[in-house]
């Protein structure tokens, strides 16, 4: 039952964690800097 949720739940998961990252984030940062400057702290962020 465990597995099965847990499948359930991944794309769901990532879906709303990406719209995080890239559609709030990312243009918040493209307002205060330039795009491969944005681009890169998100990507160092996403690193860890």
Avoid: H, N, S
Avoid at 11 to 35: D, S
Wanted: charged share 15%; no cysteine.
């Amino acid at each position: 039952m465990m597995p099965l949720g847990f499948l359930i739940m991944l794309p769901l998961v990532g879906f709303a964690e990406e719209t995080g990252w890239r559609g709030f984030l990312q243009p918040m940062l493209e307002k205060r800097f330039p795009f491969p400057v944005a681009t890169t702290i998100v990507a160092v962020i996403w690193y860890d």
